[in-house]
Nanobody
Framework: QVVLVESGGGLVQAGDSLRLSCAAS????????MGWFRQAPGKEREFVAA????????EYTDSVKGRFTISRDSAKNTVYLQMNSLKLEDTAIYYC?????????????????WGQGTQVTVSS
């Protein structure tokens, strides 16, 4: 069993920054890719970013490239999502997930453990 707990969400203004954290406990996440997804009201859950097992490779959805950075600290069993220059359209519940594989994948079905989510609200 893997338990993932997200934190760091909140209400911010457009242009501000937030850093989300996802702490993992239980079975190790060191050998697996980790991902962040988000779901806005009335929309489907979408891929945001992912990082491979070593931290040496990352992928981002186009809308966040250059603004968001995913990273991981294996010693702390934690993955982060640094979000800069936040926009109104970034408003969503953000979920972290552990991948089934060491390599990065974008599809949600490639992730087997999910956190409960943290709300990010960007206001004008």
């Amino acid at each position: 069993q893997v338990v993932l707990v997200e934190s760091g969400g909140g209400l911010v203004q457009a242009g501000d920054s937030l850093r989300l954290s996802c702490a993992a406990s239980g079975r190790t996440f060191t050998n697996y890719a980790m991902g962040w997804f988000r779901q806005a009201p009335g929309k489907e859950r979408e891929f945001v970013a992912a990082i491979n097992w070593s931290g040496g490779y990352t992928e981002y959805t186009d809308s966040v490239k250059g603004r968001f950075t995913i990273s991981r600290d294996s010693a702390k069993n934690t993955v982060y999502l640094q979000m800069n220059s936040l926009k109104l359209e970034d408003t969503a519940i953000y979920y972290c997930a552990r991948g089934r594989f060491a390599s990065v994948h974008r599809g949600a079905d490639n992730y087997d453990w999910w956190g409960q989510g943290t709300q990010v609200t960007v206001s004008s």
